[in-house]
């Protein structure tokens, strides 16, 4: 049951959004009640936040496998520019819209909290590079604050246009210049 109503969640958000697509749709389409749901999420806040976290769990994946390469640091920094650009879940994050609906509805201190962690995310897989003698002058919450300027920068893409791609390598290796 839950599945299916994530799997939903992750139809609508490369549809209308995940903001634009009533309890009802999500329900029907995950072949639930309305009450059915209610069991399983407060909200569907709650729901796009659980479907968030996943995304989270396999980027964070993808991210410790980029740092086995032979240029660890370069490998991260791109890899965090490219999947906020191109991750189908994260396109909840790329529009304002949906980023300001889903802020606007966490609890106190949720988004604090999920600053945090990922600050001590990074600070762990910086602390792994570390330890295989690559040079990192970032901190966890540096690195992880990487990610909010690749939100950014994909939120005013159009404002790059066709220069997107070489504004990013310029980051990244202005970046490595500095940090790495």
Same mark, same amino acid.
């Given at each position: 049951?839950?599945? =299916?109503? $994530?799997?939903?969640?992750?139809?609508?958000?490369?549809?209308?959004?995940?903001?634009?697509?009533? &309890?009802?749709?999500?329900?029907?389409?995950?072949?639930?009640? $309305?009450?059915?749901?209610?069991?399983?999420?407060?909200? $569907?806040? =709650?729901?796009a936040v659980a479907v968030? $976290?996943?995304?989270?769990?396999?980027?964070?994946?993808?991210?410790?496998?980029?740092?086995?390469?032979?240029?660890?640091?370069? /490998?991260?920094? %791109?890899?965090?520019?490219?999947?906020?650009?191109?991750?189908?879940?994260?396109? #909840?994050?790329?529009?304002?819209?949906?980023?300001?609906?889903?802020?606007?509805s966490l609890p106190a201190? =949720?988004?604090? /909290?999920?600053?945090?962690?990922?600050? /001590?995310?990074?600070?762990?897989? &910086?602390?792994? #590079?570390?330890?295989?003698?690559?040079?990192?002058?970032?901190?966890?919450? %540096?690195?992880?604050?990487?990610?909010?300027?690749?939100? =950014?920068?994909?939120?005013?893409?159009? #404002?790059?246009?066709?220069?997107?791609?070489?504004?990013?390598?310029?980051?990244?290796?202005?970046?490595?210049?500095? /940090?790495?």
């Amino acid at each position: 049951m839950e599945h =299916a109503l $994530k799997q939903a969640a992750r139809e609508a958000l490369l549809g209308s959004g995940l903001r634009r697509t009533p &309890i009802d749709a999500l329900t029907r389409a995950a072949g639930i009640s $309305k009450g059915s749901f209610y069991l399983l999420f407060p909200s $569907k806040e =709650a729901l796009a936040v659980a479907v968030l $976290k996943e995304a989270e769990t396999t980027l964070r994946a993808e991210l410790d496998a980029a740092a086995e390469g032979p240029e660890p640091l370069r /490998a991260v920094l %791109e890899h965090v520019f490219e999947s906020v650009a191109t991750h189908p879940m994260l396109a #909840l994050l790329r529009d304002p819209e949906e980023l300001a609906w889903l802020t606007r509805s966490l609890p106190a201190g =949720a988004l604090d /909290a999920e600053l945090a962690d990922d600050a /001590a995310w990074f600070g762990g897989l &910086i602390e792994r #590079l570390r330890a295989r003698g690559v040079r990192v002058d970032l901190t966890g919450e %540096e690195l992880a604050g990487i990610g909010g300027v690749a939100l =950014a920068i994909e939120q005013g893409r159009g #404002l790059l246009g066709p220069a997107r791609d070489a504004v990013v390598r310029r980051i990244v290796d202005g970046l490595l210049a500095v /940090a790495g």
